[in-house]
T-cell receptor, first 113, second 112 residues
């Protein structure tokens, strides 16, 4: 299994600002995913990030709001831009290392005031 | 499209009680099925999985059997402990490891 770390683990931000979340994996992986878990809700996939290409966004999510970088096979960032209180969520990155199994990072807990 | 339906919680049990969390799914083809667990303040961890019909996934005393005829993957444990208190997510993946579909999550609270 992959070991995944995220930074920051939590943050409190003011509306209108942006936050960049980092995801680091201890091995090279092809596919990385970013999810959002709103309070009391299940996980919703934001986008899929492949190294060397633009991220693929799910319906309801756009690049201007959630720009993603994937500079190499072990690292990715997700930026939450122009934040509002509705963006308060847990943001998780995950990797698909082996067929049919995803491994998740510990999550970043974001509160927007 | 794919969907996962699981019982809403919270579920409150006494220690050593029997646990069942129901999960049913709708999917095209032959999906792989998963149970993930999220302990308080932590990220998701894979608890168990099954990749084909009649497979039984098991881990830490938890079991779930892939029932294609009833499109179900119910999670069971014979004797729960306080340390099992967490949120449990049923999930499916119908094509490699892309676009995993999650259920809403069931919160389990085990009291001494």
């Amino acid at each position: 299994s992959a070991v995944i770390s995220q930074k920051p683990s939590r943050d409190i931000c003011q509306r209108g600002t942006s936050l960049t979340i980092q995801c680091q994996v201890d091995s090279q992986v092809t596919m990385m995913f970013w999810y959002r878990q709103q309070p009391g809700q299940s996980l919703t996939l934001i986008a899929t990030a492949n190294q060397g290409s633009e991220a693929t966004y799910e319906s309801g999510f756009v690049i201007d709001k959630f720009p993603i970088s994937r500079p190499n096979l072990t690292f990715s960032t997700l930026t939450v831009s122009n934040m509002s209180p509705e963006d308060s969520s847990i943001y998780l990155c995950s990797v698909g290392q082996s067929q049919e199994t995803q491994y998740f990072g510990p999550g970043t807990r974001l509160l927007v005031l | 499209g794919n969907s996962v339906t699981q019982m809403e919680g919270p579920v409150t049990l006494s220690e050593e009680a029997f646990l069942t969390i129901n999960c049913t799914y709708t999917a095209t083809g032959y999906p792989s099925l998963f149970w993930y667990v999220q302990y308080p303040g932590e990220g998701l961890q894979l608890l168990l999985k099954a990749t084909k019909a009649d497979d039984k996934g098991s881990n830490k005393g938890f079991e779930a059997t892939y029932r294609k005829e009833t499109t179900s993957f119910h999670l069971e444990k014979g004797s729960v402990q306080v340390s099992d208190s967490a949120v449990y997510f049923c999930a499916l993946d119908s094509g490699g490891y892309q676009k995993v579909t999650f259920g809403i999550g069931t919160k389990l609270q085990v009291i001494p």
